[in-house]
């Protein structure tokens, strides 16, 4: 199972200062030494952490695949169109929101998603939609043309109970082999930890997860590369 390194919340520290430090191009390349897959990074239009430069060095100094999270933004999709990252994943996007709630409505915006995925497929950019755990989205995913998705894992991340966890990782389970059925590649993410990873990697349709905040910070005390380590050490017990 492949592992993709979300540096965000690097850049969030950073934004706090408004400084220079720390520097999440050197956060990526630390999490490449750990034996990170792939890199994450979101370029929010309200710039609350990566920033353009950022996208634009990773790109040069990043040796794995990056794969750029991005809102259904015209301004967002010019800059992509001009970095060129390996991969980019349509998620949804509030202003208010801490970090992103939960997946795409790709049944509502199934238009504009197929004009999206359209318009990078046609530059060669592999595209992804990070989506909620559900027949009628993987469909609806399918049609708009996409070859990927990324399951929402946060409701497993956050049951209050066994049972409740039970019940959304046989969810996530069945989306998994829905998602490999009709021929999607199938990521998964959002609020997995070092204590919550393990069950996940035992759904075999799964083939990345990309994991941020907990190794973000973990690091803060052990060293990311330590952390990446930690992470592909458990993702990779199968």
């Known amino acids: 199972m492949k592992l993709g390194v979300n540096v ?17 191009v050197t956060a ?25 430069r950022d996208l634009k060095v990773l790109r040069e100094a990043v040796h794995l695949k990056l794969n750029l999270e991005m809102a259904l933004s015209e301004e967002i999709a010019r800059i992509a169109l001009a970095v ?31 004009e999206f995925t359209k318009l990078f497929q046609k530059n060669n950019i592999l595209v992804s939609v990070f989506i909620d755990p559900e027949r009628d989205q993987l ?19 956050n049951a ?30 959002h609020g997995l930890t070092y ?14 997860l990309n994991i941020g905040h907990s190794i973000i910070a973990r690091a803060t005390m052990i060293g990311i590369e330590r952390a990446v380590r930690e992470m592909k050490q458990l993702i990779s017990r199968r």
Request: charged share 30%; glycine share 6%.
């Open 84 to 114: 060129k990252p390996d991969q980019v994943t349509f998620v949804p996007e509030k202003r208010e929101e801490i970090t992103t709630e939960g997946g795409l409505d790709i049944v509502k915006n199934r238009k504009k998603v197929e």
């Open 139 to 157: 469909q609806a995913a399918k049609l708009a043309g996409v070859t990927m998705v990324e399951l929402h894992t946060g409701d497993y991340a």
């Open 28 to 52: 990526a390349i630390l999490a490449e030494v750990g034996g990170a897959d792939s890199i994450v990074v979101h370029l929010r239009e309200d710039r609350r952490h990566i920033q353009d």
């Open 195 to 208: 204590r919550n990873v393990a069950e996940i990697t035992k759904i075999l349709e799964i083939e990345e």
């Open 8 to 24: 965000d919340h690097i850049a969030t520290l950073r934004q706090a200062r408004r400084t220079t430090e720390p520097d999440p």
């Open 160 to 189: 209050a109970t066994s049972e409740q966890q039970r019940v959304e990782y046989h969810r996530l389970a069945q989306a998994a082999i829905t998602g490999r059925n009709t021929r999607l590649n199938v990521a998964a993410g």
